[in-house]
């Protein structure tokens, strides 16, 4: 998976991890403002030792919401400073998602929203009290049985 942003970088996430999110997942930080989504990925079934479904997505992302996004949670907090940022791209089957965190983390840091700071409801709380995100992108994947052809999987 390649995210390409608005000043013609961008990043891979091709390493990939699993972590205590429930489906695959990989994180990373220090891009601009994303405005392509493009990749392939598959899901492993354990018991039988083979891959069994394919996906790709090659996919705009809107940049000006995602950099309106991405101000409001930089201008959210009263106190959280750190520009220690990250996205986090999420796959569960054919969707993709990708999140902007700040790594504020209540359990040790003051991440008291200003007063009026998401005035458009785009900060997600998560349920575990763990940092705050806002969703930059959420779209689907074309699903198959058989690899894509030119894809990694295609042997």
Not at 29 to 47: F, L, R
Not at 99 to 117: G, H, I, L, Q, V
């Amino acid at each position: 998976m390649y995210i390409k942003d608005t000043q013609g970088g961008g990043a891979s996430f091709a390493h990939g991890a699993v972590s205590s999110y429930s489906g695959a997942s990989a994180d990373i930080g220090s891009i601009g403002i994303p405005k392509y989504i493009d990749g392939y990925w598959a899901k492993y079934h354990a018991d039988e030792d083979e891959l069994i479904n394919f996906y790709r997505i090659s996919s705009p992302v809107d940049s000006n919401l995602a950099k309106q996004k991405i101000e409001t949670l930089r201008n959210y907090y009263k106190n959280h400073k750190t520009f220690n940022t990250t996205l986090h791209l999420i796959v569960d089957g054919p969707r993709v998602r990708l999140y902007y965190t700040m790594n504020c983390f209540s359990y040790r840091m003051d991440c008291s929203p200003k007063e009026n700071a998401d005035p458009n409801g785009w900060v997600i709380h998560q349920s575990n009290d763990a940092t705050q995100l806002v969703l930059l992108f959420d779209g689907t994947g074309e699903a198959s049985d058989t690899p894509f052809p030119g894809s990694p999987y295609d042997k």
